[in-house]
């Protein structure tokens, strides 16, 4: 299966300060990738995916960028806030055959925003 | 409320019972997921049911038993569990449209599963 890699597992950041979180995968026919938000006690959700044929994503405040070449992908929070602070996931999928429900989880990244 | 919804929220079950997790989803998906979530391991896919086909984690034990009646109900059958297996189950619904491509996820509020 798909070998994935998240880093930093930790991360504490100041309010407005960036944000930035590196997830590795292994298989290079994966061609989807999505990052997960999970807030304590809550349900995970998903904040912004990218597919393999664009090279970086924004939605206001967050990014996604993807290097293909390098088999990794990164998600970027600009001018963060302490409702930011959440434990975050990614998750890409594999691409090799059948891959129904194939989303391999990274082990997340726990950040906390101080006001 | 995301539109799946799990019960129940709590169990509390010893290693002799036999008890059932629920999920419903009501955002017209075609395909349902469970997951599991503990502490020192990431989220692990357990089984999927689309339309078509069922995939099940093979590192799953036989003590746990999916059962999906149709695209809208997915079951989670538990007997004779250990103390290892308490965790966080969450159950997710997507629109699939190829097995190839990858969807968004919808997750449930989980049903937090504690083995004495």
């Known amino acids: 299966g798909e070998n994935v890699e998240q880093h930093p597992s930790t991360l504490s950041v100041q309010e407005g300060d960036s944000a930035v979180i590196k997830c590795t995968y292994s298989d290079s026919a994966s061609n989807y990738f999505p990052w997960y938000k999970q807030e304590l006690g809550k349900r995970p959700q998903l904040i912004i995916d990218i597919r393999s044929n664009v090279g970086e994503k924004k939605d206001q405040r967050i990014a996604v960028t993807l290097n293909k070449t390098a088999k990794h992908f990164s998600l970027h929070i600009t001018e963060t806030q302490p409702e930011d602070s959440a434990v975050y996931f990614c998750?890409?999928?594999?691409?090799?055959?059948?891959?129904?429900?194939?989303?391999?989880f990274g082990r997340g990244t726990q950040l906390t925003v101080w006001p | 409320e995301t539109g799946v919804t799990q019960t129940p929220r709590h169990l509390v079950m010893g290693m002799t019972n036999k008890k059932s997790l629920k999920c419903e989803q009501h955002l017209g998906h075609n395909a349902m997921y469970w997951y599991k979530q503990s502490a020192k391991k990431p989220l692990e896919l357990m089984f999927v049911?689309?339309?078509?086909?069922?995939?099940e984690n093979n590192s799953v034990p036989s003590r746990f038993s999916p059962e999906c009646p149709n695209s809208s109900h997915l079951f989670l059958h538990l007997h004779t569990l250990q103390p290892e297996d308490s965790a966080l189950y969450l159950c997710?619904?997507?629109?699939?449209?190829?097995?190839?491509?990858?969807?968004?996820?919808?997750f449930g509020s989980g049903t937090q599963l504690s083995v004495l």
């Open positions: 049911y689309s339309l078509e086909e069922r995939v």
């Open positions: 998750a890409p999928k594999g691409g090799r055959g059948s891959t129904l429900g194939r989303l391999y």
């Open positions: 997710a619904s997507s629109q699939m449209i190829q097995a190839t491509a990858g969807e968004k996820l919808f």
